[in-house]
């Protein structure tokens, strides 16, 4: 099979993207306020996550945290909601938004957020899929969105 080589101008603009970042144009404080704004962010215990969910709570939005660990999850001020949800397990996914559903009529914002990355392969999710796929990709953006319809 035939491989391309990148050109020298490939190279250049690779390493001009991932080390040259310009400043962003956006930041949290130019969020409109978010009141009577319902928003669900999954995997928002940690990371870029939690900080969405705090972002968004500043604002005034109705906050779903989805995630695993409530422990781990924020100390939910104001409108923040924990929902238990483990996107690996379709079981839990389905529940997760049925438990939504019972809560809300509408539903602004999904916030796909929670994954994981480069798992061994020898790690599978409760219904025997490749535990990376199940979580990032059978969990989240298919299932969750599925079940959530008004
Ligand atoms: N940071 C990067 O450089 C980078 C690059 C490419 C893609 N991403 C993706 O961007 C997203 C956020 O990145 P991050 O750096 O903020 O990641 P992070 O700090 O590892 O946080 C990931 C979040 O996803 C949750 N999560 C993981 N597996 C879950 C599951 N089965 N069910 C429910 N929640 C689950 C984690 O919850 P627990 O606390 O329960 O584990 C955590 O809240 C992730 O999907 C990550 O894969 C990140």
Redesign the pocket.
Known sequence: MAYDFPSLSDVFSFFEQALFIPKPTWSIEKMPDMTGKVVIV?????????VTVKALLEKNATVYLA???EK?SLDLPGKGVFIS????DLYSVKAAAQEFLRKETRLHILIN?????MTPKDQFSPQGYDLQFA??VL?GPLSFICYIKF
């Open positions: 999954t995997g928002g215990s940690a990371g870029i996550g939690k995630a695993r660990n781990k949800l483990d996107l690996a957020n929670g994954g994981i990355m979580t990032n969990g």
